[in-house]
């Protein structure tokens, strides 16, 4: 069983940056694929941010060139560096971990085994 416990959030202005952290059990963290979402309220959980186990990164169009995800293996840690924020990007955050091999969607929720319980960002205007 993996637990993922993620920090950094909390309030920003617009224009501002933040850096969220995602920590893992378990000593085979190297061997996972991670992700970002984010569920804004009243709205579906969305992908944000992709790290495979060699490091190739995928983000989507709404962060690419302000977001930034890369894992620290020794530390069991992925990261999400959010610059330029937006209003628009205020959310709960949650990493989430692929332990599975294979071909796959990184985009989708049901690709991924493990959750953390998600971090508050909030952007101000």
């Known amino acids: 069983q993996v637990q993922l416990v993620e920090s950094g959030g909390g309030l920003v202005q617009a224009g501002g940056s933040l850096r969220l952290s995602c920590a893992a059990s378990?000593?085979?963290?190297?061997?996972?694929?991670m992700g970002w979402f984010r569920q804004a309220s009243g709205k579906e959980r969305e992908f944000v941010a992709y790290?495979?186990?060699?490091?190739?990164?995928y983000y989507a169009d709404s962060v690419k060139g302000r977001f930034t995800i890369s894992r620290d293996n020794a530390k069991n840690t992925v990261y999400l560096q959010m610059n330029s924020l937006k209003p628009e990007d205020t959310a709960v955050y949650y990493c989430?971990?692929?332990?599975?091999?294979?071909?796959?969607?990184?985009?989708?929720?049901?690709?991924?085994?493990?959750w953390g319980q998600g971090t508050q960002v909030t952007v101000s205007s």
């Open positions: 790290i495979n186990r060699s490091g190739g990164t």
């Open positions: 378990g000593r085979t963290f190297s061997s996972y694929a």
């Open positions: 989430a971990a692929r332990a599975r091999s294979g071909i796959y969607s990184y985009t989708e929720n049901r690709n991924y085994d493990y």
